[in-house]
């Protein structure tokens, strides 16, 4: 009785091919996680307020004002502070 070699190989083919996408997925997946990284850390987020954090201030300036806890004299000079 002979035994027949020639699809002996085929599972571990499937299982090859899948090791291979799932390795291939990990190495584009880790390029891309190494660029965003990069991307990221050249950005300085303390360098200065973007327009929604202003507006925000902003808001919280105004409606401080029209509380009555700060004069028009202070509001102006934060609202200079703020937008310079």
């Not at 806890?69 to 703020?82: C, H, N, P, R, S």
Request: aromatic share 14%; net charge positive.
């Amino acid at each position: 009785m002979m035994l027949d070699w020639s699809s002996a190989g085929w599972g571990w083919m499937i299982f090859g091919g899948i090791f291979m996408l799932i390795f291939w997925c990990a190495i584009i997946g880790v390029i891309i996680w190494g660029i965003i990284h990069l991307t990221k850390k050249g950005q300085n987020p303390s360098s200065g307020s973007t327009a929604t954090e202003k507006t925000h201030y902003m808001d919280v300036l105004k409606e401080r004002y029209a509380k009555g806890e700060i004069t028009k004299a202070e509001f102006d000079q934060m609202k200079k502070d703020l937008l310079s």
